[in-house]
């Protein structure tokens, strides 16, 4: 079992950064693939990036390469997704997820077993 709590979650001009936390609970976080997902109003939820458990492979979507960034440290039980050149249409609520023993980086919602509570972003124009 593995519990999941985001943070650093905000309100940002348009342009501007944010770094997401997702602490995870348990010691085996490095067993895991991490993902980063968002849901926006009426809309589904949908991939940003993920993770390997190494940290050697990493998956991006289309509309945040290049602006978004995720890491991890083993160590702390902590994955990262740093937010850069953010725009309007970033606005949703986004969660972490985890998902165990897998070598393939995990690419759509159903792959992942554990999710956290999600954290607002809200870009301003």
């Known amino acids: 079992q593995v519990q999941l709590v985001e943070s650093g979650g905000g309100l940002v001009q348009a342009g501007g950064s944010l770094r997401l936390s997702c602490a995870a609970s348990?010691?085996?976080?490095?067993?895991?693939?991490m993902g980063w997902f968002r849901q926006a109003p009426g809309k589904e939820r949908e991939i940003v990036a993920a993770?390997?458990?190494?940290?050697?492979?990493?998956y991006y979507a289309d509309s945040v390469k290049g602006r978004f960034t995720i890491s991890r440290d083993n160590a702390k039980n902590t994955v990262y997704l740093r937010l850069n050149s953010l725009k309007p249409e970033d606005t949703a609520v986004y969660y972490c997820?985890?998902?165990?023993?897998?070598?393939?980086?995990?690419?759509?919602?159903?792959?992942?077993?554990?999710w956290g509570q999600g954290t607002q972003v809200t870009v301003s124009s």
């Open positions: 997820a985890a998902r165990k023993g897998t070598v393939v980086v995990p690419r759509t919602r159903y792959e992942y077993e554990y």
């Open positions: 348990g010691r085996t976080f490095s067993s895991y693939a």
């Open positions: 993770i390997s458990w190494s940290g050697g492979s990493t």
